[in-house]
């Protein structure tokens, strides 16, 4: 019986497997925030830009439009963003509670920097400018 070969050269499988592997890992180190790393990427983007529309959140995060909508709706519950509407978008800024998250989350990037440069050793910095610049040439195909 011959084996496929998707295991070592499928694009898609490859990535999937990859991301559940860094997803466990990321999941370890942002738990002392009490959310999933996607809300912590969302918050430092507002920090970056402290007042975004849920549209532009996607773009630069690559979520899709409802996850953000749906992300960004929990994070207001928590006073951690305020939500207001301009015309049919929907504008995010942060909020009250902002500032101590964001330090946490701040500290959380920074320990899952450390963590993966020490799991990943010198393929790390090579491996993500490709993902990033293969994932750029994959959403200018997309759009």
């Given at each position: ?65 409802s996850t953000v ?75």
């Amino acid at each position: 019986m011959t084996q496929h070969h998707f295991y070592q050269t499928c694009a898609y499988f490859t990535a999937a497997r990859y991301m559940r592997s860094i997803e466990r890992v990321a999941d370890a180190t942002f738990a002392p925030t009490g959310l999933k790393p996607a809300y912590s990427y969302i918050m430092m983007a507002l920090e970056d830009t402290p007042t975004m529309t849920i549209m532009a959140i996607s773009e630069q995060l690559g979520y899709e439009r409802s996850t953000v909508s749906r992300l960004v709706k929990a994070l207001a519950q928590r006073d951690l963003v305020q939500l207001a509407t301009a015309g049919r978008a929907t504008t995010v800024s942060l909020g009250p509670a902002s500032t101590d998250f964001l330090k946490l989350a701040n500290q959380c990037l920074t320990a899952f920097g450390e963590q993966t440069d020490a799991y990943l050793g010198a393929d790390k910095a090579p491996m993500t400018a490709l993902l990033t610049k293969n994932n750029q040439k994959l959403r200018q195909q997309l759009s």
